[in-house]
């Protein structure tokens, strides 16, 4: 019987995509092996006032952190065991030492954008040495070797769940002000309806600071119910609300946030923002309820006096969310690199 194969996997510190991304590769029958970047241990304290006055101050220290683990980990490994394929998880920016060792050691190199080029052009510092790209934003295509492959979502993880009596509705992401404003036009137009007087309504999500965060001034009968939270928790609370509201950031131009499967995953009625590309992975109307800022209050009411509607969009979109896990993306990364070598 031939060897297994085996994946180097280069990533950050994100156990929601590493965790369901290694089990993808072992169960297409390769082995696995990580090597994890984050931002160094210093006070949260001090790293949240140094991102509130400095922005970048959070990718220059990631950028070392990244550099470090190439140098004193990845190079090392590529040197000695070197495997049949490296994938790199949300690149960062590469010293020039690194970058041609690791063009040195021949490996075939792919890499998976987690956000648009036109928000972090640094993950595309290995774009050279790369055999394939994955692109969550299709304006970032540049030639035959890129594909426009979203993120999936751990099916394991976000999953139908009834053990809570949940909200009626929830909103959810980011409210970071440059990638976000969009999002938070229509959450600050939910929170100062009337809906929240009528409903249980609420929002799980942060600016990225506690200082802005109390700068929305969301108050009661709207409920925060936490800036963020564990994987496990999110999902329950998602699965639990009788709709759930996914708007898209703003940078790029056709970028697909993985939520979009992951909340249709849990089996909810999922209402998102009409963006007409979005079709390409969900059909609107029956996998997901698309609003415009003209409909969305409307159409909020609507899906709440309608249950029958509700059942029959989270039915449809638990089965087209189930095309969208991280299994399913590793069987294409698997099915591309055998093309390589055939």
């Known amino acids: 019987m031939p060897d297994r194969p085996t994946v180097y996997l280069l990533t950050y510190s994100d156990k929601a995509v590493a965790e369901p991304i290694m089990r993808g590769f072992e169960q297409q029958g390769w082995n696995c092996r990580q090597f994890v970047y984050s931002l160094p241990r210093i006070s949260p304290t001090i790293i949240g006032l140094r991102k509130l006055l400095d922005p970048m101050v959070a990718r220059k220290l990631l950028a070392v952190e990244y550099n470090r683990v190439i140098r004193n980990e990845l190079l090392p490994a590529l040197r000695d065991d070197p495997p049949d394929l490296l994938l790199v998880m949300k690149g960062h920016h590469i010293d020039r030492d690194n970058y041609e060792a690791i063009r040195g050691s021949g490996v075939p190199i792919f890499l998976w954008f987690y956000d648009s080029q036109e928000r972090f052009t640094h993950q ?6 790369a055999s394939k790209i994955y692109v969550i934003d299709r304006q970032d295509i540049a030639d035959d070797r890129y594909s426009w492959l979203p993120l999936g979502y751990d099916e394991q993880v976000y999953r139908p769940d009834n053990s809570d009596p949940g909200l009626d509705i929830l909103f959810i992401g980011k409210l970071e002000p440059r990638y976000y404003p969009t999002r938070r036009r229509y959450l600050m137009e939910l929170v100062n309806s009337d809906l929240p007087k009528r409903y249980r309504v609420g ?13 929305l001034s ?20 998602i699965a639990n609300s009788k709709i759930v509201i996914n708007i898209h950031q703003d940078d790029g131009s056709m970028p697909v946030n993985p939520m979009l499967f992951g909340v249709s995953g849990c089996g909810v009625c999922q209402v998102v923002e009409q963006r007409e590309y979005l079709s390409e992975w969900m059909t609107p109307g029956k996998d997901f309820v698309p609003v415009t800022p003209e409909t969305y209050l409307f159409t909020l009411e609507e899906l709440l006096q309608d249950d029958e509607r509700r059942g029959n969009v989270a039915k449809t979109g638990y089965q087209t969310a189930l095309k969208h896990t991280f299994l399913e993306r590793i069987k294409r990364l698997v099915a591309d690199y055998n093309g390589l070598e055939s």
């Open 203 to 215: 929002s799980i999500g942060t600016t990225g600071s506690r200082l802005r965060d109390r700068s």
């Open 124 to 129: 595309g510092d290995l774009v050279p040495l």
């Open 218 to 237: 969301i108050k009661p009968p709207f409920q925060w119910l936490a800036p963020r939270m564990p994987p496990d928790q999110y999902s329950v609370r």
